[in-house]
């Protein structure tokens, strides 16, 4: 449980009415554990716990011999009030475990809510039990004063809460389960709203409403939390403890800039006389108006995650073990803990290392700390998914700049597509050589993750991040696994572990870290789990997170372009081909280490040294991101035993292509296109600009084909028909004809041929030469016969310049019946 904030000085009077001094609000004469977490029995004799089937479910305070005093959220559920058969009060109940000679159990009989009450966000969260006998009064079961509606709790003040809740969020109260107690400080309503204002978890603000109060602190750290519902939050005034509040709701338990909500009971003063005999106290002179100072809100900032020079980082953490030959890389993350990959340590034979002479550098030449616990994660595996430790050091360290923890994800966390981050060093090994720059990265989305390297990975991993990097030419990878750190309105986040690297490659996926903090902070009681700070949501890009992913091989998807068919933004596998002479032509990149072209354009048989190949662009400009990725052409290879004219070029490039959002291969189609699929011809509008335009068009029969160019043979042919008023794209760099199916998956179906638009080359035809000479590529579909319709092949009309009319009727009459068909 999270201390709550609260305590208020104040001289009150009884009731006029009274004519005693009341013996409400005085606790057992033994000590309280002040700004403690747990208590002592008797401390708060009001304290109830209501069972409900013989389990804890909820706090509530003892107000008069016959009735306790809860949160009405805690007896509904889904809308139904439960029957009072099935709840039982305990009272003077100080551990859920043990029993003691001087506790009190009475069954409940009624149970009573405000008419008008329906969920916590709307207020009015209070409820009424009544006992089936009276409770007997003792030193360890007593009443809590009450607060007249007139009781004005001045902010500032500091109250306690109390309860039986987790210590932290998931994160429940171990044996002996004795009652927690929690210091926490009033708020004034204006401040709290201004919290509330400002979006927080899950991006939500919240309008409060009177009748209710807040109590905590900005930094968090200390609040109630689930379990603690319907206890009471009490101040001190005058020798005696009034009922400022009861327990309601918070978003999260002790975060940051989000006090914990409580239910006003001086509101409900007039409800509570109608109903019971309670004990309400006047106030002799109420508080001061609310100070200035408090009516608006300073928000809290992270104090992790801060490192004004990044690569320097203050959290950077090497774990020393004796006759080891390098030290294991981790962070801080708490005054007294560090997480590092348990297979620093663990072998497969043991999961309890001799500890004795581990040392912590922190950072390395700052300080070194010895190790006192070291403990694996609970479903720890070789497999980088589980493969953490946490570490605790010998003594607190005193944070400062140059030594701070590093801030955590919770689980609801989501690191935003195009997040800037940075990768460090995460085990055993070294830097690799080079420049900064090349540790910087910057998110996919969850769907490009996914569908990119998400079938590379164990099914039963937690969540997958996956980095876009810049070009990089230096050095090699492969001297140490990495991790993962991400950016946030100035704050740095562990965002993920990565797995080992393959061969001299950068990491592609890393193992998300937000599905651990539940097992870090129950390790650690003080690890820095933050909220997120940035709110960009992009709602159509986690709209992808759904979608089937498109044919892949083992090695890398194909044809996958996320978004609506009109959605802006790359083509991934569209290429510029600069030919020597400055001619340019288009390509298509069919596996990440091959371009396929049309031969025409000035493409020979051998060296491609004059050619340079361009991926990633989106115009003639280069991307502002820096993912332009360019690569010469080593080779050129030609369709053997074709005649002197071939349909197509494939170029070897120097090197692979990451596959990525900007370079993607395209998959192939091994036929005609399946009636049905959306296709489009993908080119340049103008040569200068470069900007691909997509354009649709409808499949014609290829038995049509001759209607629109005479002399050239259906069997390798596709042609196509532009809609009335539709742009048309530049010839001379032989633009593509892709179309998308059912399942979401872009094919390439041929590439126009010499001078024309509506004619595309069959890459179906070249299906066996391009397999042979790539591997890898991804053919779909079944090989198929050309379509065509039924009776003579001279379906056209001559012209008067005996060339083919394309709008003669016979043309139009078949074309029209071939629309109705389909």
């Known amino acids: 449980m999270f201390p709550i904030h609260l305590l208020l000085l104040l001289v009150f009077s009884c009731d006029p009415g009274d004519t005693q001094v009341p013996d409400c609000g005085i606790p057992h004469p033994s000590a309280r554990i002040v700004g403690g977490s747990e208590s002592r029995p008797g401390a708060w004799p009001w304290q109830v716990s209501l069972h409900h089937d013989e389990g804890h479910i909820c706090g509530g305070s003892l107000i008069a011999d016959?009735?306790?005093?809860?949160?009405?959220?805690?007896?509904?559920?889904n809308g139904t009030m439960s029957e009072a058969e099935g709840w039982s009060a305990h009272l003077g109940l100080w551990s859920q475990d043990t029993r003691r000679s001087y506790e009190q159990h009475r069954a409940v009989v009624t149970i009573l809510i405000p008419e008008n009450y329906t969920s916590v966000e709307f207020g009015e969260d209070i409820a009424l039990l009544r006992l089936a006998t009276?409770?007997?009064?003792?030193?360890?079961?007593?009443?809590?004063c009450l607060p007249r509606a007139t009781h004005r709790f001045p902010s500032g003040a500091t109250c306690w809460a109390t309860g039986w809740g987790d210590l932290q969020e998931e994160d429940p109260l171990p044996p002996s389960w004795g009652l927690q107690q929690v210091e926490l400080r009033l708020l004034g309503g204006t401040a709290c709203q201004c919290f509330y204002s400002q979006p927080g978890p899950f991006n939500l603000t919240f309008q409060l409403l009177p009748g209710m109060l807040c109590a905590g602190y900005r930094e968090g750290r200390r609040d109630t939390c689930q379990g603690d519902s319907g206890g009471p939050l009490v101040c001190e005034e005058g020798g005696h403890w009034v009922q400022a509040?009861?327990?309601?709701?918070?978003?999260?338990?002790?975060?940051?800039?989000?006090?914990g909500v409580f239910t006003a009971v001086a509101r409900y003063e007039a409800w509570i006389r109608e109903k019971t005999r309670a004990?309400?106290?006047?106030q002799p002179e109420p508080p001061p108006s609310e100070p200035p100072e408090e009516k608006n809100c300073t928000l809290a900032l992270p104090v992790c995650g801060q490192a004004p020079h990044p690569g320097t980082w203050p959290w950077r953490s090497e774990v020393v073990v004796p006759g080891a030959s390098k030290p294991c890389h981790g962070v801080l993350v708490s005054d007294k803990w560090v997480l590092a990959p348990a297979s620093c340590f663990l072998g497969s034979d043991t999961l309890s290392p001799n500890i004795s002479g581990?040392?912590?550098?922190?950072?390395?030449?700052?300080?070194?700390v010895p190790i006192t616990h070291f403990v694996p994660n609970e479903n720890f595996t070789q497999d980088a998914d589980y493969d953490l430790a946490l570490l605790k050091l010998e003594a607190p360290v005193n944070l400062s700049e140059d030594i701070q923890p590093l801030c955590l994800p919770h689980a609801d966390h989501y690191f935003l597509p195009s997040s800037r981050c940075r990768l460090a060093p995460w085990g055993r090994g070294g830097s690799p050589v080079g420049p900064h720059s090349v540790l910087e990265a910057e998110l996919l989305s969850r769907w490009w993750c996914h569908c990119l390297h998400g079938q590379q990975v164990e099914t039963a991993a937690p969540g997958l991040l996956c980095p876009l990097y810049r070009e990089d030419s230096h050095g090699c990878w492969n001297a140490s696994r990495w991790s993962l750190l991400c950016r946030e309105a100035g704050t740095w986040f562990f965002a993920g572990a990565g797995r080992a690297p393959e061969g001299c490659a950068r990491p592609k996926v890393f193992s998300a870290l937000q599905s651990h903090g539940v097992w870090i902070t129950r390790v650690t009681h003080g690890a820095y789990l933050e909220d997120q700070l940035s709110w960009d949501w992009n709602l159509k890009e986690e709209e992808m997170t759904n979608q089937t992913c498109p044919h892949s091989t083992a090695q890398w998807a194909c044809g996958l372009r996320p978004g609506p068919e009109g959605a802006k933004g790359p083509w991934p596998w569209i290429a510029e081909v600069h030919v020597a002479g400055g001619q340019l032509c288009g390509g298509t990149l069919v596996a990440p280490g091959w371009v396929l072209a049309a031969a025409h354009c000035g493409l020979r048989q051998g060296s491609g040294a004059s050619l340079h190949v361009f991926l990633g662009r989106t115009g003639a400009t280069p991307p502002s991101l820096g993912h332009e990725i360019s690569r010469k052409v080593t080779r050129v290879h030609l369709p053997t035993g074709?005649?002197?004219?071939?349909?197509?070029?494939?170029l070897e490039l120097g090197g692979p292509v990451e596959p990525s959002p900007s370079a993607l291969p395209v998959c192939l189609h091994s036929g005609t296109i399946p009636a049905g699929a959306r296709c489009r011809v993908l080119g340049w509008k103008d040569p200068r600009d470069r900007a691909p335009l997509a354009v649709p068009?409808?499949?014609?029969p290829s038995r049509f084909c001759p209607c629109l160019q005479r002399g050239m043979q259906p069997g390798g042919l596709v042609c196509v028909l532009y809609l009335e008023g539709q742009e048309k794209l530049e010839i001379d760099s032989a633009p593509s004809l892709i179309c998308l199916d059912k399942g979401g998956t872009w094919t390439l179906l041929g590439v126009a041929v010499r001078g024309s638009q509506r004619h595309f080359a069959l890459v179906g035809t070249q299906a066996a030469w391009i397999s042979q000479t790539v591997g890898g590529v991804t053919f779909v579909g079944q090989p198929l016969s050309p379509p065509g319709l039924p009776g003579s092949s001279d379906l056209c009309l001559p012209d008067t310049n005996g060339a083919a009319n394309p709008t003669a009727p016979a043309t139009l009459l078949l074309l029209l019946l071939h629309l109705l068909q389909n």
């Open 66 to 77: 016959s009735w306790v005093l809860s949160a009405a959220h805690c007896v509904v559920d």
């Open 245 to 259: 509040g009861i327990t309601s709701f918070g978003f999260g338990c002790g975060r940051r800039n989000r006090p």
């Open 134 to 144: 009276p409770a007997n009064i003792t030193d360890f079961v007593r009443t809590v």
């Open 358 to 368: 581990w040392r912590v550098l922190l950072p390395p030449g700052v300080r070194s």
């Open 697 to 700: 068009v409808s499949i014609l």
């Open 279 to 282: 004990t309400f106290l006047s």
């Open 642 to 650: 074709s005649s002197s004219q071939p349909s197509f070029a494939l």
